[in-house]
């Protein structure tokens, strides 16, 4: 299964590795690297490689790459599931998945790695398994293990580890009960230079948080399920009565967790939230070129349009940009030549522009293409792929809880090509 895992920064410095078997040389990475520098994003590297021995399997998370070595044929989305389970757990446990946190704390990532890989084959990957077994890191006890030399893992085995519901510990209590649900839609699209759509899909998840007393049994359905393909749950969700009824049936883990990720990939329920309407021209005389870029609302379902920006990746032939922005600033990086255009909130009633000229290099041929716009968007209390949960039943207790869905709509890759 998987025999070693190399942490490597934004750079390409391998900054952690651990080994489960033997250990593996750090020249395996080479051919991660190749593959790397190929790629023009750091998102474009390939999941994964093959070389003459291994196959090396990345995901890239946080500004950092995690990548497992593979001697034997496995399949990947099981290791890659695996790598992001890996950093979902840096994240619980440290607030954020960042070199720098990892290093300070890398005594208790190398005890959570121990635990959740045995011999290569993931064992204990649930949050609230290895909070009883490795406890998270806190200054108080950061001092104390030093003056005592002990260490933050536990010294009995968790109770849900030997149980038929092993994502939840027993005897679990709260002053205030609360479940709280986030439903989180990222548009994926490409639009032609007429803003017709090429191609559109939206990838969704359900984010929950949930402390309740005891052994809660939850019962959570939607209005319109039919219209989710491609799901995915977590293992406490009961997939027999998803299939029958359409609703989601299970005892939930202790705290955060992700109950489900889905796929809407019908293009005609993708709803293209804004329109741009753009013109970048560069001309076959003089060292100059036009921009010219107007984005507006289209189907936001009445609500505002938030954190809009948009980035254009300028041919090397750009030497400098001398433009006007009607809302928000702009800035242009000359060694990487991308120009960013920071919007903010988008008015309906007052369109926000950017136009000007682009300074060309002198005797330079004209680019062969024109570049495309990459958006980015949020828009708060809206799925727009048009979920809704209709309601939130509860069993096995006795309490009401407290209880709340939030919506929120992403750009996930939104390009507009020009």
Not at 34 to 59: C, F, G, M, R, W
Not at 109 to 137: C, H, Q, W
């Amino acid at each position: 299964m998987i025999h070693s895992l190399f942490l490597i920064n934004h750079s390409g410095d391998i900054f952690l590795e651990k080994h489960w078997k033997s250990v593996i040389s750090r020249s395996v990475c080479d051919y991660f690297f190749e593959a790397k520098e190929k790629a023009v994003d750091p998102e474009n590297v390939p999941p994964v490689l093959q070389t003459p021995h291994h196959y090396l399997i990345s995901i890239y998370r946080g500004k950092l790459f995690f990548l497992s070595v593979i001697q034997t044929e496995v399949p990947p989305l099981f290791v890659i599931e695996f790598l992001h389970r890996v950093a979902d757990t840096f994240q619980d446990y440290f607030g954020e998945c960042s070199e720098v946190i990892i290093k300070d704390n890398v005594v208790t990532v190398y005890e959570l790695l121990e635990e959740m890989l045995d011999n290569g084959f993931p064992l204990a990957t649930e949050s609230n398994v290895l909070k009883e077994m490795i406890r998270p890191p806190t200054i108080l006890r950061s001092v104390v293990n030093t003056l005592t030399g002990g260490s933050n893992v536990g010294d009995t085995l968790p109770t849900g580890q030997l149980s038929n519901i092993p994502w939840r510990r027993a005897g679990v209590k709260y002053t205030n009960n609360e479940a709280y649900f986030d439903v989180i839609e990222e548009i994926d699209a490409i639009l032609d230079k007429s803003g017709t759509t090429v191609f559109a899909e939206i990838q969704g998840v359900i984010e929950a948080c949930v402390r309740l007393t005891g052994m809660p049994d939850l019962t959570l359905s939607f209005m319109n399920p039919r219209l989710l393909d491609d799901v995915s749950f977590h293992p406490c969700v009961r997939f027999k009565r998803w299939e029958s009824e359409r609703v989601l049936s299970f005892i939930p883990p202790d705290g955060n967790f992700t109950l489900m990720t889905y796929h809407v990939s019908s293009q005609n329920l993708v709803a293209i939230p804004v329109y741009v309407k753009q013109n970048i021209n560069f001309f076959e005389t003089g060292p100059c070129g036009r921009l010219d870029i107007t984005i507006g609302p289209k189907q936001t379902m009445g609500k505002t349009v938030e954190g809009l920006m948009v980035t254009v990746h300028m041919p090397k032939t750009v030497l400098s940009t001398n433009l006007t922005a009607t809302q928000g600033n702009y800035t242009y990086d000359l060694a990487t030549k991308v120009l960013v255009w920071d919007i903010g909130k988008l008015n309906p009633q007052k369109l926000p522009n950017l136009k000007g000229s682009l300074s060309m290099q002198a005797g330079a041929p004209k680019p062969e293409e024109n570049p495309s716009l990459n958006i980015d968007l949020k828009i708060q209390q809206l799925a727009i792929s048009g979920l809704k949960v209709s309601r939130l039943d509860m069993y096995g207790e006795k309490y009401k809880p407290f209880k709340g869905v939030k919506y929120v709509t992403k750009a996930g890759k939104f390009q507009v090509r020009t």
